[in-house]
């Protein structure tokens, strides 16, 4: 009968509640419903059948999920490919910021010449040398561009660990945290700190000043 | 009034290589009492005991940022008349209205030209 599986269920979930308390762990669903499938006894009607297909297909679906993300290596992906990249893109900003400062020294030898130089020659000089000062912004917003990259890396790797620890000592990780994103909330110092915007997105210096000048 | 050349420029940014082509580039406009700090916080302390007529500072700096200085410049009460353009790639409006809100005298978008930054200080400073 229905009511004898009822206070079955009612009984069994009750013993599932004093061994494991109110919150079961993701890792440890597909083991309820396996224990709880094997003690079912009595009469099972049609919808009782159903039910128990249901709640099986979604044991094999968290196992084979969790047999997914494994293959995925996701600790690979953090210690290595991740760890490794960040190291690159450092490496970049190490490898500009020398070059730049080579040019520069370069650039302040020349113009040291411009005292030896006929006027007209060495202004010549300085307005070249000046050029090359101003090419030389373009370390700054690389440096800056890539430490943009670098955060958004760091943030993937967090939800990497996150997304790990969730599925447990299977795949080697716990929860995974989801942070949500309140539209509302008000805009904070931080939230200003974009850095540089990509040039189709960003204002040059004309909009920057018609937007300052309306202010 | 002409422009004193001679007067104490201060310029704050925390990539070196940034100070030194601005300072470069002040160089070649005329300017040569520059001196340089890496973030805000060092360049509050040098203002303190300095008397700069002009500040050229970045944003995007810890552990004092461009507009956290410029707010401190503006409520020190022997600070807050001097003249700060803000140098920086953060070229969003709410970044402008931020800093012309905090009192910033203008706002120049990383990356600029010698043209650019001469014709930002003329404003704030006069022809020189």
Redesign the interface.
């Known amino acids: 009968m229905s009511s004898t599986v009822d206070r079955d269920l009612a009984l069994h979930l009750e013993a599932l509640r004093k061994q494991l308390g109110d919150t079961v762990k993701v890792e440890d669903v597909g083991d309820v419903v396996r224990s709880f499938l094997t003690s079912l006894s009595g009469d099972v009607s049609a919808g009782d059948l159903k039910l128990y297909g249901e709640v099986q297909s979604l044991a094999a679906y968290i196992h084979n999920a969790k047999v997914e993300i494994a293959a995925l290596k996701p600790q690979d992906i953090q210690n290595q490919y991740i760890a490794s990249a960040t190291d690159e893109l450092d490496a970049i900003v190490g490898a500009t ?1 020398n070059a ?2 080579s040019i ?1 020294d370069a ?2 030898k020349l ?1 040291l010449l411009t005292s030896e130089l006929p006027s007209e020659t060495a202004s010549r000089l ?1 307005e070249q ?2 050029l090359i ?2 090419a ?6 690389t ?2 561009r890539i430490t943009k990259v670098v955060k958004a890396l760091k943030h993937i790797e967090e939800r990497i660990d996150a997304l790990v620890v969730a599925f447990g000592p299977e795949i080697q990780g716990s929860e995974l945290n989801g942070v949500a994103l309140d539209g509302n909330a008000p ?1 904070t ?1 931080e939230d ?6 990509l040039p189709e997105k ?4 004309a909009s ?1 000043d018609a ?2 000048d309306n ?1 | 009034m002409a422009v004193d050349k001679n007067m104490h420029v201060l310029i704050v ?1 925390d ?1 070196k ?2 100070l ?2 601005i300072r ?2 002040l160089r ?1 406009l005329g300017f040569v009492n520059i001196d340089e700090a890496t973030d805000g916080s060092m360049a509050l302390q040098l203002m303190r005991g300095g008397n700069y007529g002009l500040v050229i500072s970045d ?2 700096m810890e552990p004092m ?1 461009g ?2 200085l410029l707010r401190e410049v503006r409520s020190d009460a022997k600070l807050k008349n001097t003249p700060f353009i803000m140098v920086t ?10 800093a ?2 905090a009192g910033v005298s ?9 043209e ?1 930054l001469q014709a930002k200080m003329v404003s704030v400073l006069g022809e020189f």
């Not at chain 1, 030389?136 to 917003?141: A, H, L, T, V």
């Not at chain 2, 790639?89 to 931020?98: F, P, R, T």
């Not at chain 2, 203008?106 to 010698?114: G, H, S, T």
């Open positions: 910021e730049t400062n520069l650039a302040e113009e300085t040398t000046t000062y101003e030389c912004n373009f370390q700054d917003i440096g800056q805009v110092d200003l700190l974009n850095g540089p915007q960003a204002h040059d210096q920057i937007l300052f202010i | 940014d990539y290589t940034m030194r082509i470069n580039l070649q944003w995007n940022t507009l956290q790639a953060e070229s969003k409006s709410e970044n402008v209205i931020a012309k809100e203008n706002y120049i978008v990383k990356p600029f030209n010698a650019t």
